[in-house]
């Protein structure tokens, strides 16, 4: 892929670092908050399904805790304790058809999109080194689409049409509160070598197609 501009190796790496950190660290936010919520998943099949999903998470922290010692990086959190603890209160104060919208959607899905697209620009250990996490990712989010969709179809066809919008609303509060913690995600993408607008077209082509997804079988 066309980089934009020269990334010198130095500010490669911090950024990289940057952004390896915080995806560890997200990674292992969805393994609490899911962790959780198998308590009150609403059948065995979903508790089975989430206690995987746990394990994997555990296992994606493992392995980008160990390449993170490996690339030699700045091992600082991105997100403070009281972002950390705000996060698994958002997700714990949610119904289950919200949790299925926030973790889901918009954290697996749309967040991953946002990693998938840095991973062609990547040096060959942490391309390696996330491989894993975003294979097992694909089956996170096929759990979480279908559990929505099952959630959809249950509900009135004037509340799932109201409830898709809602979903939109919901993922423009989580980007603004993404931006809102003062991280600056453009410039951390933009310095290991990536078009950040391209990144938004990306995954704002994603979230469409998501969207198309679940309101297809509604109209149906
Ligand atoms: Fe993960
Ligand atoms: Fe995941």
Redesign the pocket.
Known sequence: MKQLRDVTDQEYRVAMGRLLVMYTQV?YL?MRA?AERIADAPDDASRLFMAK?VG??SN?VRIQQEWIDRFGTDTTPVFNELQQDMFLAHFRSLNWIDFLTDMYVC??ALG?EAVEQIVPMADPGTRASLKV?LQ??V???AFGLDQLSGELSKLPVNESTAYLKTIETRLDFLDDTLHGLGIDVPAMFRAVGADYQKVVDTVMARRQDIMNSLAQPLAA
């Open positions: 990674d969805i899911v999903q994997d998470e994606h954290i697996e991953g996490p097992d990712e089956d996170h989010i």
